[in-house]
Structures are given as C-alpha cells and as structure tokens.
C-alpha cells in the first residue's frame, strides 16, 4: 500500500476508536513526538548493528539533540494544557484513557527534571558506556568506579526530582514499570526466594547433574546456524516483510510500526542453543508490537509499554516454545547439521534446560536466573538508600554471589562489570526480567490446552496473545491488563512448572 493511502486509512480508523475533540487534538500534536522517536529509534537500531565505530560521536550528539528537541516539545504550554483538560473529562474510553495515563507519565519525568540535569545525564551515560566497554575488557572495576559513582549519585537526585513515597529506589522502578514499589519487588522475591534455593540443591545432588554440557563447548557453522534462525523466524512468522533478523553485541527488538519491527541475535562459535534462544526470546518482544492494533500507530499507546509484560511474552516463547521437545524434534537435523553431530532430541533437551550455577545472567538458565536479579536488586536498592558504597561492590557482588550461587567470580568482567544496564544510567530496571518471566507462565497457563510443547504451528497461540495482550498496545497497565484477563500476577504458577519440569529432568 503506498504510504500516502496507509496514512489515510490510519486516520479514517483513528475516528471510531478516538472521539474525544480535546484527545483528537493531543494525538495530532503527539504525531511530531513520535516521528522524534521513530528517528531516534532507527539511528539506536543502526547504532548497535551496522555503524561503522567512528560514527559513535555524531550518533550521540544527534540523538541527545533529537531528544532534547523531544522534551521541548513535550513541555509546549498548548500540549501540556490540552493534556489536562482531557484528565478532568469523563466518559473517555479505554484507550483515551492510556493515551492520558501514558503522556501523564512522560510529562512527570519532564516536568520534573530540570533541562540541565538531564543534558548532564545524557552526557554522563554515553561517555560512561564508553568507559564500562574499556573497563570490562581489561577487567578492571577501579576504571568504571568513577562514573559508576556519579551514575547512582544522580540516579539518587533523580528519584528526589521525582519524588516517592517509601524508599527512593521506588521512583527509579517506576519509569520502568509503572506504578512498581521496592516493597512488592521485596515481597514477590521474598516468596520465590526458598523454593528456588531448594530446587537448586534437590538438582545439584541429582546424579543427572552436569557442570557442562559437550553442546557447550561444541564448535558450529555459523553460516548453518544463520540458516536455521531465519527458518525459525518463517516458522513463528511467515510475514517477513514486517520483520528482520540482524546481529549485534547483545541481542534487542526495536519496532518503529506494526509493520516494522526488528530483533538482533548473536553468534559466538560455539553454544549454538544462546544464538537460537535469542532469536525465539526476541521474536516475543517483536510479536507485541507486530500484533499491536492498527489504530493505535503513531499514537502514545502504540506497541507494548510495560517492561513486566513484554519480558513475560519474550520468556513465553523462550522457555516454552524454544526449549520445548517438538520445537527440538523439528529443528533437529539443522542442529546436527550446525555442529556436524548427530545429536538426539533428548541430547538438545538436556542441553536447552540445563541448570547450575553460572557467573553470567544472561546464560544463567530458568532457575538461577533469579537469583542473579536478586542479587542486582539488593545492590541497586542498598546504593540508592545510600546503604552501599560504589567502592564496595566487587566485595558485596562476591560474596552475594557466594551466598547465593555458591560461586564467586574471579574476574570483574564475570562479576560486577558484565552487564551494559548501569553504564547506560538504568537503574531499577532488573527487577522486570525476574516479574516478566514469572508473567510469562501464566500466560502458559491460561492456553495449556494449547499443548505447546507437543505441536509447532502456534497460529493458536499468537491469535490467543494478540487478543488477550498485543492488540491493546499500552492501552493497559500491568494491573488493568490482569485483571482484563481476569488475573492476578501469581508467583506460585512459575514455581510449580519449574519445580514439576525439572524434577523429570533431574
Ligand atoms: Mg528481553
């Protein structure tokens, strides 16, 4: 369709679902904000895939520029006006009402923190990135310790701009999720805390337990394992014009519309089950935004929002598609092919649901994983109060890691420097992934008719999550959207499957 006609149409639709004069208004102002975004959103995409290095100053320069330019016109008296005239009107409808919620909360993050503080931040993360990258690969805490100081200082002052009620921390999960408080964090880890730790050691003094699989170290094909990721993509998405596959340092979605939406993976010569499981975890994240209305495009509620449900559809597809018996069966042959074994299906299985103690987060595996999030949490939360000190924290980190994990780093890059989220000014984030997951099962749960593990043609299930969750967009938060469903977040569910799944394996 030409773009001129998709345009037309958009707007025909946007009628019926947006009535509202005043709500009308906002969105046509809105759409400047959101071509802003789309620009920044496709240089980000570009950045982490295809730039050539020596570009990184100019992208940094354009994007800080593109979103300052944002924030101006976020801040417009007229926009911000209409905003609250449309909060005091009643008889709104669902989505009016996210479009008002959601620009409420952007117009809070900018009202609040002056124009200043934000341009040093900006400043502050994308040179610390650079610092975190240097620091990391000569594995050295002490090069990162200064700007990592800084960052959690004026992590601190932004919760204080922001205001909160409990702890500070409260106001940092809350631009990640909103509405989130440490207290519930406290209490969701508090529950999931001693079932974990007593699966960990009813599987470590199984007589099946392994410290390393030979799939780990057996080295692939790229060439064949790219082959095989873009068969998994027509597999769980026949439409590829609407979706790409790239490659990137750290596996990411990014979704410009419903009908552009890209995910990367990566390859590392061996352990060819990381390169595919991005892939399908990816391809989760991109099915919310692919699957988000049509009429929703361009408007403030377009695609999925909140970090807890789209991590819980990105580990949906990860934990019960990608590690499922069937989805091994039909891949198979292409996986032997890749490391040029013949491998079994029970062999691959064994090999996907692994568990034991890691060092990384990222390769940690459906039951440790948690408690690296833990441990992350503690930390974030412990330096915002202003409990912990930045120089401190290799030591907190390992004998964190010790009393969870019964390991201890013995590198920095393996401990308190692998992850990019603090460099970049994240904090309060992590608690999303271990919520998402725990989410993610009771999407599991709801469609076990379904039998996942036992088919591949998930047309079902991607009709059954479009219209229970994608299709809304951010209309909802994770609260409206359970309880739409007729749910409640409900930590026992992803218990149970953990604790009845990994008895049979080990
Ligand atoms: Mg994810």
């Known amino acids: 369709m030409p773009s001129g006609e998709w345009q037309f149409k958009l707007l025909n639709m946007q009628n019926w679902l947006f009535k509202n004069k005043t709500i009308l208004s906002i969105l046509d102002k809105y759409k400047d904000m959101w071509a802003l975004s789309y620009a920044s959103g496709v240089a980000g995409w570009d950045l982490e895939t295809y730039m050539p290095e020596m570009g990184a100053m100019a992208r940094g320069e354009a994007l ?232 929703l495009e361009m408007t403030p509620i377009q695609g999925g929002s909140s970090l807890v449900i789209h991590e819980s559809q990105s580990r949906f597809w990860e934990n019960f598609v990608g590690r499922s018996e069937s989805f091994i069966q039909y891949f198979l042959k292409d996986m032997s092919a890749a490391v040029q074994l013949k491998l079994s299906a029970g062999e691959v299985y064994s090999y996907f649901n692994k568990v034991r103690p890691g060092l990384l987060r990222v390769e940690a595996d459906e039951v440790t994983y948690h408690f690296h999030i833990m441990l992350r949490f503690e930390i974030e939360k412990g330096l915002i109060e202003g409990k912990l000190k930045v120089k401190d924290l290799p030591e907190i980190w390992n004998s964190k890691m010790k009393d969870y994990l019964g390991i201890v780093p013995k590198r920095d890059s393996d401990g308190i420097l692998q992850d990019i989220h603090w460099s970049m000014g994240s904090v309060g984030y992590f608690p999303t992934y271990s919520l998402g997951t725990f989410l993610g099962a009771q999407w599991e749960h709801e469609i076990s008719n379904m039998k996942i593990s036992k088919s591949t043609n998930y047309k079902e299930i991607e009709k059954w999550l479009g219209e229970h969750i994608h299709k809304y967009g951010s209309t909802y938060t994770l609260e409206e959207l359970l309880k739409k469903n007729g749910m409640k977040f409900d930590p026992k569910v992803n218990l149970n499957y953990l604790l009845e799944k990994y008895s049979k394996i080990y």
């Open 64 to 295: 800080g520029r593109l979103s300052t330019i944002r924030q101006r016109l976020f801040l417009d008296k007229e926009f911000i006006g209409l905003i609250h005239r449309a909060e005091k009107q009643k008889n709104l409808t669902d989505p009016e009402r996210g479009v008002i919620r959601v620009l409420l909360h952007s117009l809070k993050f900018y009202e609040k923190l002056p124009p200043k503080f934000l341009e040093d931040f900006s400043r502050l993360t994308s040179q610390a990135t650079v610092v975190w990258r240097g620091a990391k690969a000569k594995d050295n805490f002490k090069l990162f310790e200064p700007q990592l100081s800084k960052i959690f200082d004026m992590n601190r002052r932004m919760s204080d701009f922001l205001g909160y009620k409990d702890s500070p921390y409260d106001a940092l999960l809350d631009q990640f999720e909103e509405g989130l408080t440490s207290r519930e964090v406290e209490r969701f880890f508090g529950e999931i805390k001693e079932p974990l730790k007593n699966l960990l050691v009813r599987i470590e003094k199984s007589p099946k337990f392994f410290k390393k699989h030979k799939l780990e170290n057996a080295l692939y094909d790229e060439a064949t394992i790219k082959s095989l990721n873009l068969k998994i993509m027509k597999l769980l998405w026949a439409d590829s014009s609407r979706l790409r596959l790239d490659i990137s340092t750290h596996p990411f979605t990014t979704s410009f519309s419903n009908t552009d939406t890209r995910i990367t993976t990566w390859y590392h010569k061996k352990d060819f089950g990381r390169s595919i499981l991005a892939v399908v975890h990816e391809f989760g994240h991109a099915l919310y935004d692919l699957q988000c209305t049509d009429q």
